[in-house]
């Protein structure tokens, strides 16, 4: 007798039940066990939740104490099944499950990933399964591989689940469309099809939170921390299945107002700053219904959104939807968080400068970001930053950072601040100006921002609390044909000091001649 002749019964259109149990009583040895994966008849009985046949197996003497290669026993196959080759009804794997418990199958053994047989029914979404086994008093909050309990499985496994199904849809309305255009061939896949596929794939992830819900009726703490510090409440926002985040935070409730309850769902259970973080409009506009304030300042539960609020993370992220969002149900432009920055300032973050690419200028988005930042009240004028700021200071300050096909988001920005007319000369706190600041930047992709602010008519003799002039911090600039020019551009439209001394005691031409600047040390000598 080959276990092949069994398993392959099971993969039959019409399961042939004489003929499969034939095969069983046909075995000489009932704890007969195949040589190369170690699986006994229990074993391949339980794995397609033949509950005639484990009964009649156990009744004839089987050792309920089998384990295969890879240390699983009956009880972690039918916990696994195989969607691919069978599906058993949900009521014939509880039964299986309930025979197997009785027949004194152990639940506490783990395999050889350290994993009990209901951390596998987690993974696999078997809440038949788990119910079982809850109905029959076992203790399922133990810890499997990496700490996770039953639930971390179900909610970190279900993302995949979730992606499958996105592509059903997405298959399945391609389907629609094409259809109103021109009917299917016979030869083709019917939109029937792709639609039974996607309702398939919606059951499959129906699964996991009833996996979900199973556990939590059984007692398993849905806020255990794994090895990780993850509960299986991260993972269910991680995976966006939002149905089971709701349940996993206690939100969900099928006696809940139906509009209301939607809504909870809808929201993933997230923060309004995770919200916006993962470009989530549809858990956005479900949790600024629910309630929640604009502005609030996020907390230390992510360090990617600690003390901002959800239009700075939404800036940050340079995701215009999200900043028309939010302005919509209340955010205030110009309200500063624990840093006193305003959310325009997180134009210019480390995390900015990560999101930076060539997408965030061919669609225009800081352009279109400041325009719904105005049209909601935001001065151009107003301080940015707790250094007293204003955007074109900060701009003018900023890094340069990466350039994309000739873009960089520090000239961009000062680009589009400008068509706003705005006072080129409000200093910071230090009483540096714009100029000042752009002076002293990477000269060979600032160029034509220097020369906007001068044609702008900024002021090249004001002197900041150091006594530096404009004149000065481009003195000090790292290129040297940079410096050299910078300073003819402040002598063709004013006259920018030449012989003023700073804090230090020292001229635009100590500064030259320090840095070896022969052709600016030649051009300021021919100013004074």
Known sequence: MQMYDITKLYSKKETPREEIMALYKSAEDVD????????????????????????????????????????????????????REFQPAPEAIYKTAILLLDGKVSVLRKDDDGNACYHVAGDSGNYEFVRALADKGAKLNGLGKNGYTGIHFAAEHVRHEISSLGYAKRDYDRKAEKEKEMPSSPHEKQLSEYEADYLKQKQVVESYFLTAKA?????????????????????????????????????????????????????????????????????????????????????????????????????????????????????????????????????????????TNLKVFEEKRPARILKSLTDCGFDINEIVTNKGETLLNLACRAAVGTGYNGFRLKSHVIDIVMEYNPNIDLPNLDGTTPLMNICASDFDVIENQQIALLEAGADVEAIDKFGKTALIYAANNRSTTGAKQMAEYLFDVGNPKADHVDNDGKTALDYATEKNNEPLVKFLLSKM
């Open 32 to 83: 007969f066990a195949d040589d190369y994966s170690g699986n006994s008849l229990l074993h391949i009985a339980a794995k397609y939740a033949d509950f005639e046949a484990v009964e009649y197996l156990l009744n004839a003497g089987a050792k309920a104490a089998v384990f295969n290669k890879y240390n699983e026993t009956p009880l972690h196959l039918l916990a696994k099944g195989d969607r």
């Open 215 to 355: 556990f939590l009726d059984a007692g398993v703490d849905p806020t255990e921390k794994n090895e990780y510090g993850k509960t299986a409440l991260d993972f269910a926002i991680e995976s966006e299945d939002k149905k089971m985040a709701a349940l996993l935070s206690g939100t969900y409730s099928e006696s809940e107002d139906s509009e209301m309850q939607e809504l909870i769902i809808q929201s993933g259970s997230m923060t309004l700053h995770k919200a916006v973080e993962k470009k989530d409009y549809e858990a956005v506009r479900a949790i600024l219904k629910l309630g929640a304030d604009p502005n609030e300042i996020a907390g230390d539960e992510d360090h990617r959104t600690k003390g901002k609020t959800a239009l700075a993370v939404a800036v940050e992220n340079f995701d215009a939807d999200a900043v028309s969002l939010l302005l919509e149900n209340g955010a205030d432009p110009s309200f500063k968080d624990s840093d006193e920055r305003a959310a325009v300032a997180y134009f210019f973050t480390t995390d900015a400068s990560i999101r």
